[in-house]
């Protein structure tokens, strides 16, 4: 198909006059929790439109629990990380986790999905990734970026007329080309907010992912006691790159810096210039 000149070719996005509507992407009902929610909650706090979407219903993500059982109670998870995030929603999709393939169906979803936000900006991870459905959560992603502004597919949902700023989440995957950052957010202000987010996670913050990572004796069995241990094994060191995406945004505070989110634009979709997207991302 065409290159859609007339849509790329519109207006820019500015916060200061009108709500940007943000869907943000994961393959699990705890993805877009670890990549993105402090900057969800900056956008939140600054009266923007978050939607979180876990593209499979998490069904297979524990050691013990599996099907309808458990995606119930990840769904529940997702719900109440939503509202300590003070966003909009939190939608989990109805697939088989660790079974995702890219396909129509699943694309038809998604594209459903993006345009039912009528969002300004798609967040999802690269395609690059170690896990089969966050990879595939990336082409499915990907191969809506064009769809979702051609009204002759998924013809039932209204095709939006501008085309959206795809961006991808940070990862640490060097092949075939290492995470660039486009900007960066601090989360020094957010990052007990972001910490509270992942504590409703419990199925995976405190029983699955330490389970995996055989170290599953180390989660300590008092709530206070686990989150404190739930910040200092999510605190990362922030990567060189990062650190200068901090600095162009932040100049010498970014030094002092401790936790960050980074985000990268991906080539489809809209392509704002990096003053658009520094105006348009939180501080
Ligand atoms: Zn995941």
Known sequence: MSIPVLLTAQSTISPSDAKLRIIAIGAHPDDCDIKFAGTAA????????????????????????????????????????????????????????????P???????????????????????RTNDYHPDHRYTGVLVQDAAYMVVVPNVVPGVPALRRNPVFMYYEDNFQEPTPFRPDVAVSLDDVWDLKISALDAQVSQMYEWLPWVDGRLA??????????????????????????????????????????????????????????????????
């Not at 109440?80 to 079974?99: C, F, K, T």
């Not at 396909?103 to 969002?119: D, H, N, P, T």
């Open 42 to 101: 900056k956008f939140a706090k600054a009266g923007h439109l978050v939607k979180f979407l876990s593209v499979t219903n998490g069904d297979a993500g524990h050691q013990t629990q599996r099907g309808v059982e458990l995606a119930q109670r990840r769904r529940a998870e997702t719900q109440e990380s939503a509202r300590r995030l003070g966003i909009a929603e939190y939608e989990v999709l109805n697939n088989h986790d660790g079974m995702l393939t």
């Open 103 to 125: 396909s129509l169906e699943v694309r038809e979803q998604i594209i459903r999905a993006i345009r039912q936000w009528k969002a300004d900006i798609v967040i999802a991870p």
């Open 218 to 283: 180390d989660v300590p069995t008092d709530p206070a006691a686990r989150r404190q241990w739930l910040s200092k094994t999510r605190s990362r060191p922030i990567s060189p790159a990062v650190r200068a995406a901090l600095e162009k945004r932040y100049g010498a505070d970014a030094a002092q810096i401790q936790h960050a989110e980074a985000f990268k634009l991906c080539e489809y979709g809209r392509r704002p210039d990096g003053e658009e997207l520094d105006r348009f991302f939180p501080r």
